[in-house]
């Protein structure tokens, strides 16, 4: 009912946000479109004009009144409206019309600001706001000129958040699949054709998809990235030796490795036409350019065997800041990496190091993928060494280095279907339908470490939880183990087990470590 307060504290950012982009002018469109009925198209004039009274004529507070992703989707609307009149589908007012064409007028005025650009991918829907207002409407006073300015910050745009290896670098696999599938649609207006150059990248981003897909069709969850499926390329039109890296099968059927150095991202999984019942895949979560949609998941891990997810990423949850539980999944201790004195490692765009790869490579036994970042603001040094044999043994090996003797404690997040069964030396996952289970040997060199396990955790500190999708809370079992020490590795050997199989065995000497099984041994160092 009217009048609308547009500041409404009561609900959370994310809600504000669609408010104050008149998300609810949507399907009075789409009523409009389907029935010809003027009833929708006039509740939605009646809607902008009650806005324009609270935050045009009134100035009241609201901190969504120029948010950027939302002046773009406004501007949208607006073009939409103005169309739908020109176009005689609709009848304003004089009045009405002068409204709109004010507010089109004050909304290209601040997107033709490049600092109110937001360079992210907000800033895609400012400058397709301000595309569809000038290159519909190229009458209105400021869009005079606006076209090159258009095209050259939608083409800054596209590169600067797929890259050089058109993957998304906002640390979260859902918005590669979002801002994907906007830019496609964003290029079928034809609004964009002069750019050759970001059309290439984005045949590559959608080649790119499947690296960040689960055997299962899972995506994912690293960042914030809700529960999804998306479809896996078809075997039958792949050359499926292509993305081999061992090809000559000394592992057995062929692995697939791909390392994406300038995001952060590494994968490791198996075969394309590989039965998802014996599918493995490892992905490392490896990238920090910025805060956004960053958790503070460094480092931390996914893992997917003989059909299931065992370690998981704990989501999303909600956009809502001031929820303990939205601070829960960004929390350092929500990933399956390694926290320091109970503290989280921050997410501030200051702070950002890239790319924390450090290397890669398969071997005749399988394949390592180290990475590594020094820690500013909790004065600490972090590498982690990740050797994986496929279907059959995961080695996190985590060296901690500070200036001081600290707590470092590596965290493992099961999915909820999972029970961990603590032992002497470190844990036991017994995975159903008869397909074995999971035996973690924990180890380090430091004296006095100990194992806990959590599971929908409240006090003193939420553990032990995962959020799959929107506001979802559910609870997970998630281990922890903690070792005291100036320098310290805390090693984590994940062994992939049936009834029939040689036992294998962790053990170091000095500074390598050797998983000896029937076959061979390998030594990380």
Avoid at 283 to 288: D, I, T
């Amino acid at each position: 009912t009217f009048p609308i307060d547009w500041a409404n504290a009561a609900y959370d950012r994310n809600w504000r946000f669609n408010l104050n982009s008149w998300k609810m002018v949507e399907p009075m469109f789409a009523w409009h479109a389907r029935s010809g009925e003027r009833l929708p198209m006039r509740m939605a004039i009646d809607l902008i004009a009650d806005w324009a009274r609270f935050n045009i004529f009134e100035t009241n507070e609201n901190d969504m009144r120029w948010y950027d992703i939302a002046t773009g989707q406004r501007a949208m609307k607006l073009a939409f409206l103005l169309d739908s009149i020109y176009r005689g589908r609709m009848e304003a007012s004089d009045a009405e019309l002068a409204l709109l064409l004010g507010l089109s007028h004050i909304h290209v005025k601040k997107l033709l600001d490049p600092e109110f650009i937001n360079p992210g991918n907000h800033g895609t829907f400012q400058i397709h706001g301000l595309a569809a207002l000038c290159r519909g409407f190229p009458m209105l006073r400021l869009c005079k000129g606006a076209g090159g300015y258009i095209s050259a910050q939608m083409e800054q745009l596209v590169i600067g958040q797929f890259g050089d290896e058109a993957m998304h670098r906002e640390h979260s696999a859902e918005y590669h699949f979002f801002m994907y599938k906007v830019f496609e649609r964003l290029f079928s207006t034809g609004w964009y054709d002069d750019l050759e150059v970001t059309k290439g990248l984005l045949a590559r981003a959608e080649a790119n998809k499947r690296w960040l897909i689960f055997p299962n069709g899972e995506v994912a969850r690293h960042g914030d990235t809700d529960q999804r499926a998306e479809p896996l390329p078809d075997p039958a039109a792949m050359d499926l030796a292509q993305d081999c890296a061992d090809p000559t099968g000394r592992i057995g059927e062929c692995s697939l490795m791909r390392i994406f150095d300038e995001v952060g991202y590494a994968t490791v999984r198996s075969a394309w036409d590989a039965e998802v019942d014996r599918a493995s895949m490892l992905f490392l979560m490896g990238s920090y350019h910025s805060h956004a949609h960053k958790q503070r998941d460094h480092l931390s891990i996914e893992l997917f065997e003989r059909g299931l997810p065992i370690l998981v990423d704990s989501g999303k949850f909600a956009y809502d800041p001031d929820n303990p539980r939205r601070d829960y999944v960004q929390s350092t201790r929500a990933h399956n990496t390694v926290e320091i004195d109970g503290q989280d490692y921050t997410r501030n765009k200051r702070n950002a190091v890239g790319s924390m790869l450090r290397g890669a490579a398969a071997a005749d036994w399988g394949y390592r993928i180290d990475a590594g970042l020094r820690h500013v603001e909790l004065e600490a040094d972090h590498h982690r060494t990740l050797a994986y044999r496929p279907g059959r043994w995961l080695l996190v090996l985590d060296r901690m280095t500070s200036d001081r003797a600290r707590t470092y404690e590596q965290w493992f997040h099961l999915h909820e279907t999972l029970t961990a069964r603590l032992d002497a030396d470190g844990y036991r996952i017994d995975l159903p339908e008869g397909r074995g289970r999971v035996r973690a040997i924990a180890a380090s060199d430091a004296e006095g470490c100990a194992l806990r396990r959590a599971r929908g955790q409240e006090t003193p500190r939420l553990q032990g939880w995962i959020s799959r999708e929107y506001r979802s809370f559910a609870p997970n079992d998630a281990i922890g183990f903690a070792c005291q020490g100036q320098d310290v590795a805390l090693a984590t050997l994940f062994i992939l087990e049936q009834d029939q199989d040689a036992p294998i065995t962790l053990r170091r000497e000095g500074a390598v470590w050797t998983i000896a099984d029937a076959r061979d041994g390998v030594d990380v160092a």
